[in-house]
Each structure stands twice: as C-alpha cells, then as structure tokens.
C-alpha cells in the first residue's frame, strides 16, 4: 500500500507560479511511475505530467507543454509539480497518483492521493 498526500495548493494570480508536492508512505517511491492529474468542477479528471520510476523521461499534456515540471526526489519518497505561468481556467484539484508499471496518460494508477486545490484568480 502507498499513501500519497499533496500539498501546496492554494490561491494565485493568473501568471504567477505554485509548487506542488506530494508525499509517499508505506513503500519506496521509486517503485512507481508518478502522475499528476486534475479535476475542475463539472470535469472529467485529466492528465498532466507524469514521470517515470528512475530520474529521467518526462510525459506532459500539450496546454501545460513549457509552463509544468514535474520531478522527483526518491530519496525523499516526494514528487513535485512546478507551475508557472497559471491560467485562470486551470482552476482545478490537483492529484498525484502512484501506478506500479509504465507511464500512462490514463488515470489507470493504483493509488491516489486526496488532492490539492488550486485557484487561480484574474
């Protein structure tokens, strides 16, 4: 079992920058490949940036292609994302998700955290 919370979330101005982190217990997170996904009111939850298990390739959604980065510190079992340059419309709660396998882009991880919100105002 892995327990993820994130943290981080909160409100910011449209063009501004937030850190987001997330937190593993219960195993070793390099175990797992690492995503971040989205949810806004009304929305199905959508992809973000992934990553894989070892330091390294990078996966991301086009509308967040040189504004997010995502990465990872194993040795401190956290997986972050960097925002920058946030829009409004990225209003949303923001997950990270474990999966035991390969980067997908689909919400097919296995273990989810509770979310963060982040509001991004005009």
């Known amino acids: 079992q892995v327990q993820l919370v994130e943290s981080g979330g909160g409100l910011e101005q449209a063009g501004g920058s937030l850190r987001l982190s997330c937190v593993a217990s219960g195993r070793t997170l390099s175990s797992y490949s690492m995503g971040w996904f989205r949810q806004a009111p009304g929305k199905e939850r959508e992809f973000v940036e992934a990553?894989?298990?070892?330091?390294?390739?990078?996966y991301y959604a086009d509308s967040v292609k040189g504004r997010f980065t995502v990465s990872r510190d194993n040795a401190k079992n956290t997986v972050y994302l960097q925002m920058n340059s946030l829009k409004t419309e990225e209003t949303a709660v923001y997950y990270c998700?474990?999966?035991?396998?390969?980067?997908?882009?689909?919400?097919?991880?296995?273990?989810w955290g509770q979310g963060t919100q982040v509001t991004v105002s005009s």
């Open positions: 998700a474990a999966r035991d396998g390969v980067v997908v882009t689909t919400t097919r991880y296995d273990y």
């Open positions: 990553i894989r298990r070892s330091v390294g390739m990078r």
